[in-house]
């Protein structure tokens, strides 16, 4: 707050009246002092403008890169403005009301509600000029039931199917399905015939008739099952049922694929028929045989009595040492009876 007081100053006196010396000195003193009081109050506002300057500057913004507190305000632009201008929140809601309601039907659109549907007419989404390139949805809802594809429409049945278009193409286009397709293959409209035999067998299926028609292939030259059980019959011929198969026959023959070879092999090691005639030929008979050579026979026991044969070490074992010419005998042993012919002994 300025401290400064308005000086007295004698500047004025009457015609004829000079300044007196004093007044001059209280004119200079009283001048100084108001000169150093503005000076006290022109430094202290000074000061006082530099710190209120400073505070004030302290709530701007940059103009480069700004930064905002709080709420800013500005002119809004026109619904049809464009440039740089700042968008304000009234601008940004009357160009979002105007898009919303391009894509939301308006309360006050034609509608109608069933089963708690509202449905609404004459309200498209885009146009046929102006036309959205993709639809990317979670699901899509038709409440009329109708999906429409350039002039064609796929619509839904009242049993839960979809009907589909006349003419209706599977892959390519040329690949049309018939219009009576759904006759066609009830049980009552499809039927099978067979037609003379052939090179080989086909099924083929007349798209106009519904019937298909089978083409066996011949069997002429073909064996007939019982063909192949006579044949076979007739190599078992008679064979027992243990060898009527190659199964059986191969264990009977030992599994043994050479067969032939190794009998063949083992028949080599065998004596030939001439060979045991004539070695039975050299046997002598039974009854009363007549032996060549020294025969042989096993030695019966000391005291065996039987019919037996009696070798010549049987013999030996059984006299002893008897001497019969006269002689004394060294060693008198048990012997059979002796009978000698030729004189008294």
């Given amino acids: 707050m300025s401290t400064y007081t308005t000086p007295t100053l004698v500047l004025r006196v009457p015609t004829g009246v000079s300044l007196t010396n004093q007044q001059v000195d209280d004119n200079f003193s009283n001048l100084l002092t108001g000169i150093g009081e503005v000076n006290t109050d022109s430094t202290a506002s000074i000061s006082q403008l530099s710190s209120d300057l400073n505070s004030s500057i302290a709530l701007k913004s940059n103009i480069t890169n700004p930064t905002f507190l709080g709420l800013v305000q500005a002119p809004t632009p026109s619904n049809t403005a464009a440039g740089a201008s700042v968008a304000t929140v009234g601008f940004v809601n009357t160009r979002l009301f105007n898009l919303v309601g391009n894509i ?27 036309r959205f390139a993709n639809l990317y949805v979670e699901s899509g809802h038709f409440a009329a039931q109708t999906i429409t594809v350039g002039t064609a429409s796929i619509s839904a049945s009242n049993t839960g199917g979809v009907v589909l278009p006349a003419n209706t193409s599977v892959g390519p286009a040329s690949n049309i399905i018939p219009t009576n397709l759904a006759d066609k293959i009830e049980l009552t409209s499809l039927s099978a015939q067979n037609a003379t035999e052939g090179i080989s067998s086909s099924l083929s299926y007349d798209d106009t008739t519904g019937v298909f028609t089978f083409t066996p292939v011949s069997l002429t030259g073909f064996a007939t099952t019982q063909d192949v059980t006579n044949a076979i019959n007739s190599l078992v011929d008679s064979a027992p049922n243990t060898l009527d198969t190659l199964n059986e026959l191969a264990a009977a023959l030992g599994d043994d694929s050479n067969f032939a070879g190794n009998l063949t092999t083992t028949l080599a090691t065998k004596a030939s028929i001439t060979y045991v005639d004539n070695e039975i030929a050299s046997l002598s008979t039974l009854h009363s045989p007549i032996f060549t050579g020294i025969p042989t026979a096993p030695t019966a026991a000391p005291t065996t009595n039987t019919t037996q044969l009696a070798t010549t070490a049987f013999v030996l074992a059984n006299s002893g040492g008897l001497n019969i010419d006269g002689g004394t005998a060294t060693t008198i042993r048990n012997t059979s009876t002796i009978a000698l012919n030729g004189g008294g002994a």
């Fill in 104 to 130: 939301r039907p308006s309360t006050t659109a034609t509608s109608s509600t069933v089963g708690g549907v509202t449905t609404y007419s004459g309200i498209d989404l885009g146009t046929p000029t102006k």
